[in-house]
């Protein structure tokens, strides 16, 4: 199994060749209580790094999720739209928003690994 690497902005992103599949942290959804809605980025819209990728709703607020890494969406989860809870239930499997094919894969490797994220999320309490 491929490592899941991690953005500031609480975005997860697991490599696997050139595709990553993104989703947002068990934190991110803490903090965001019951998803209810969850807008996903077209299939092949080019994306840039940090830019904007999708949007999700809870009841507590609206956020934007960006694209830790550039490239071409190239599969989206359409089963979140119809349910959008899975990104409470499972925010790291079947709650994934999107599949790109990396401009740059070995950009993933500025992310953060699994011990910086849970130290960069225990420095905001």
Excluded: C
Aim: no cysteine.
């Amino acid at each position: 199994m491929s490592t899941l690497r991690y953005t500031k902005d609480h975005e997860w992103v697991r490599v696997e060749g050139a595709t990553a599949t993104i989703g947002i942290t068990a934190y991110a959804q803490e903090q965001l209580g019951d998803v209810v809605f969850v807008e996903l980025p077209a299939v092949g819209k080019q994306l840039e790094a940090g830019g904007d990728a999708a949007v999700v709703e809870s009841v507590k607020a609206a956020s934007e999720v960006y694209a830790p890494l550039a490239g071409e969406v190239v599969a989206v989860n359409q089963a979140l739209v119809d349910t959008p809870a899975l990104v409470n239930d499972d925010p790291t499997g079947e709650g994934w928003f999107m599949r790109l094919k990396l401009a740059d894969p070995a950009a993933a490797d500025a992310l953060m690994d699994q011990a910086a994220y849970d130290a960069y999320v225990e420095g905001l309490h």
